[in-house]
């Protein structure tokens, strides 16, 4: 994507199910897991370079010794930096014994940190505040008693923290911060230790306060936790934990907004945020890897035993369409799949754009992850020139065309974009400043034949236009094109996200702008932003969006022709025209995944609608505040 946004982050997890002793014996190391976990992290980088955490846990312990370990970093290359730490880790212990020590479990459990059964991985893209190591996952809420130990990382965004710190604050809690992870944790954690307090009071007066620890830590019912912490929680979010005795969870917010898949066996249960790392790290087929249902909750026990349980009950699906269009990994055989459908379904609108004129026009784009997108379209040029061909052929349609000619002519491709390497600008003048950025990316010049030739250009998506205005058409514009087409593979973004994804200002958004600019250029509408403003601090808890009233008068090729004139700076020689996809081909190129909100405005939950409002607000405001 041209325009860089930070989004989702990314969780790995593993629960051994068997004793460690038996991955030394099948797979001759005692670090089974810790591998395997490196290379979860390491194929979902692209979820996270904020930073990284992990923790692992030993299972069955003595008293005395430490049983929960952690590392988290904020370095470049966290997840290489931590996994280093641990290695270290491991030649301290190698040290302190004989090569037959290594291969015995507890041996390594006694000597070795990070040897335990169940492993907790996060990869962190910071929405908001300091990008400090106390903000990295996992988080860790800790208790001389195992069972109350809490571990917890996630990939989500609450939209009603307040809410859901007044309730702690009403459960006569202090909490320390007013975030929406701590929120989270501390009332997960607040569940946690009601649910140990239940058991002892249950067995108390049978069993020794010893006995009674075990009892705990084999009954915890981890389901009846959860039900009644996420029944409260507004958001999307894949949370996952793990309590100090062995037992972990996943669980998805009831509309399935955030992705999380999970495979199990008799060794293992493996969960993260994408399937091909899953399939990379275990080497397994494709349809052998689940989707965790919304609403449902990923659990296993201290037992090992595992299973999936409802937590709340679902609602439509509504599961976020920009990890299938930019965020998630393409080598998801379903992902690359439906990026060719997005720019496929792009075609009818380029070939009326270019006035059919296929000799003229050279097809590149933006890489990497539009790469994708821009084989479907090329596809979908050749569909049409074969169509083409069959009605001359077969049918017998009049042609002005050479049969020759016709019959070998194929689409016009170049890479006429690459990225250069990454500049950092430290001119504080502005005009020099956009001077360097221009030079981000690079062409390939003596393709274009000047004055005559037509670039079309295909994009993820356009979020601000920024990088397109001052980069990629500045770049294009030297090849002296007679047009520029620019082609996003998604709709316009006109809403912000409040789930997940790191864009909360009405500002930022290009088409929004565009559609300001289209209100203030009609005299009937000179009240239209001060109308919505009012009805948005009127009645903020309505359901209703009012913002979506701003781009109602207006028709999508409209709001398009006006984010090309505001990309279009004075110095831009050729003809620019922009092309973004429709809602209805989003839908039916990704037809399992219909989460839309920040293309049309239907936020799936009440803290989604109040979000959007306050964001509108702030913006009428002159506030730069976050909305969520």
Known sequence: ?????????????????????????????????????????????????????????????????????????????????????????????????????????????????????VWLGHLRYGTHGQNSIETCHPFLKQNNWRSRNLVMAGNFNMTNVEELFDILVNLGQHPKEKTDTVTVMEKIGHFLDEENQRIFDKYKDKFSNVEVTEVIEQELDVARILRRSCRDFDGGYAMAGLIGNGAGFVVRDPIGIRPAYYYADDEIVVVASEKPPIKTAFDIDYKQIKEIQPGNALIFNKDGSYGEFEIIPPKEKKSCSFERIYFSRGTDPDIYKERKNLGRALVPQILKAIDFDLKNTVFSYIPNTAETAYYGMIEGLEDYLSAKRKEILIEGKPHLDDLGELLNFRPRVEKLVSKDVKLRTF?????????????????????????????????????????????VLTTLDKLEPKRIIIVSSAPQIR???????????????????????????????????????????????SEENYVKEIYEPFTDQEISDKIASIITSENIKAGVHVIYQTVDNLHSSCPAHTGDWYFTGNFPTKGGIRVVKKAFVNYMEGKEERAY
């Open 427 to 471: 001119i504080t003048n502005d005009s020099d400043r956009d001077v360097m950025v221009s030079n981000v990316y690079d062409t390939t010049y003596e393709v274009i034949r000047s004055g005559i030739d037509t670039i079309v250009l295909i994009d993820d998506s356009i979020v601000r236009g920024t990088t397109i205005e001052k980069s």
């Open 1 to 117: 994507m041209s325009d860089q946004i930070k989004h989702e982050c990314g969780i790995a997890m593993i629960r051994l199910r068997k004793p460690l002793q038996y991955y030394i014996d099948k797979y001759n190391t005692p670090f089974y897991a810790a591998n395997r976990l490196y290379v979860l992290m390491q194929k979902q980088i692209n979820r996270g370079q904020d930073g990284a955490g992990l923790a692992n846990i030993k299972i069955n312990t003595p008293p005395g010794t430490r049983y929960i370990s952690r590392y988290r970093s904020v370095e470049s290359e966290a997840v290489t930096k931590i996994f280093q730490k641990i290695n270290k880790k491991y030649k301290k212990a190698k040290k302190l014994g004989t090569p037959e020590d290594l291969l015995d479990a507890e041996w390594v459990k006694n000597n070795a940190a990070f040897s335990g059964e």
């Open 495 to 541: 809403f912000p996200d409040c789930y997940g994804i790191d864009m909360s200002r009405m500002k930022d958004f290009i088409a929004f702008r565009a559609a300001v600019q289209l209100i203030e250029d009609n005299d009937g509408m000179d009240n239209l932003l001060e109308r919505v403003y009012d009805k948005c601090v009127a009645h903020p808890e």
